[in-house]
């Protein structure tokens, strides 16, 4: 457990230290959402029913810009390699990791949400749906996101790869959640969609990170 | 004590090494000197279980976790000498105390740069602060790729001081470099192609 909470402060440490890593992906998903009302127009009718997928894909934007970096620098600088040549075992780094990945992207995203849905005229059910949905949605996200990026460490060109083996394992959350938000603005019953969410979190919170490890240790072997 | 059976690698079609065996036990350190490309680093990587790659066997006993130097140092830029120190040790499941790792950095004289991210410091500091790790981590096996880039004599006399009291102490030492290193109990193993 001690190495997980080293992880985390020292990843954290790391980002406060280069904040551009984190702070750009997430301006640059603000700003093309603050696109939509200027280029579709102040309608409160045609915002409203674009805005959960909107929001949706700004979280999954920003997951995807900045989970390219997760493991990069660490495998540039030679660190990765003390990771798993070290005697904690590299599965609790990894999850330090991706904890402290979630905290700087998901978790702000989460945060930020509500802003984004009163920008769109979402009502107050809507809005609480968004938030409850992107706090089970976006560790999710980060979780198979560190698959990606573990597979993808020594390659070149690995952002865009990444965006290609993982956008499509995002389905089941995008759906679930974008229809969660649209039956929670409607009034609805959305306990179904939550449970549904956090199934889906609780079985990446098993198995992707032993995924991860797996693909850091091919991707070093190389 | 190591143990290589009949080990065979190759690397973009062209084989490195066929068959190579050799042992190496407690208190000995071998030299793995070759031109460039001969595959040093290789064998220095599948040794430390990093590549895997390659056929036969690699035989570590009881002694696996080694204590890994390459060409990447393992220092990250944006985090002090003492910072990447006490990393290191979290990682390797040492508890240290911030007092041990100050010391381990005096040993390689650079004392008074604990606070100063590696990222500002010179390529020669950087080794050095590297090479503090074998002055504070217990691994009694290391692993070193060209440990003697970039260090001053100086230096090198302090690794080599090292060296020697790891050996006699029952420790094992592979290391790959271009240079003689004057080591008591030393082995040679020269790679060619």
Request: overall charge negative; aromatic content about 8%; charged content about 15%.
């Amino acid at each position: 457990m001690r190495i997980i909470l080293l992880t985390v402060k020292r990843d954290l440490l790391l980002y406060f230290r280069k904040p551009g890593d984190i702070f750009n992906p997430l301006a640059f998903s603000l700003l093309v959402i603050s696109l939509f009302p200027l280029g579709v127009g102040p309608s409160a009718d045609i915002l409203g029913e674009i805005s959960a997928g909107i929001i949706w894909v700004a979280a999954l934007l920003t997951t995807l810009f900045s989970i390219d970096l997760m493991f990069k620098e660490d495998y540039e600088d030679g660190t990765l390699e003390q990771m798993i040549l070290g005697r904690e075992p590299l599965l609790l780094v990894v999850y330090g990791k991706i904890i402290a990945q979630w905290l700087v992207g998901g978790l702000v995203i989460t945060l930020l949400s509500p802003l984004l849905g009163m920008m769109f005229y979402v009502n107050t059910d809507g809005i609480l749906a968004t938030v409850l949905a992107l706090m089970l949605a976006t560790p999710t996200m980060t979780l198979i996101g560190s698959i990606g990026a573990a597979l993808t460490l020594g390659l070149n060109k690995g952002g865009v790869l990444i965006a290609i083996l993982i956008l499509p394992l995002y389905l089941p959350v995008l759906i679930l959640g974008v229809a969660m938000i649209d039956t929670a603005t409607a009034g609805d019953n959305y306990a179904g969609h939550v449970l549904w969410l956090a199934a889906i979190l609780a079985i990446s919170i098993g198995f992707a990170p032993l995924a991860t490890e797996q693909g850091i240790r091919i991707s070093l072997s190389e | 004590m190591l143990q290589v059976n009949n080990l065979s690698c190759e690397r973009a079609n062209r084989e490195l090494f066929r068959n190579l065996s050799f042992e190496v036990s407690r208190g000995v350190a071998l030299r793995i000197h070759g031109l460039n490309g001969s595959g040093k680093t290789t064998l220095l990587r599948i040794l430390a279980g990093l590549y895997q790659e390659f056929e036969g066997d690699v035989d570590w006993g009881e002694e696996h976790y080694p204590l890994y130097i390459g060409h990447r140092r393992g220092l990250k830029a944006l985090m002090s000498a003492r910072e990447n120190l006490f990393w290191s040790a979290a990682i390797n499941g040492q508890k240290t105390k911030l007092s041990e790792v100050d010391e381990a950095l005096r040993q390689v004289s650079m004392g008074g740069y604990v606070d100063i991210a590696c990222g500002s410091m010179s390529e020669g500091q950087c080794g050095r602060v590297s090479l503090a790790r074998l002055f504070l981590l217990h691994n009694p096996v290391w692993i070193l790729d060209e440990p003697f880039n970039a260090i001053d004599s100086t230096g090198v006399q302090c690794l080599v001081e090292r060296i020697n009291k790891h050996l006699s102490s029952g420790g094992i030492l592979v290391l790959s470099s271009h240079v003689e290193v004057p080591l008591t109990n030393l082995q040679e193993l020269e790679l060619r192609y």
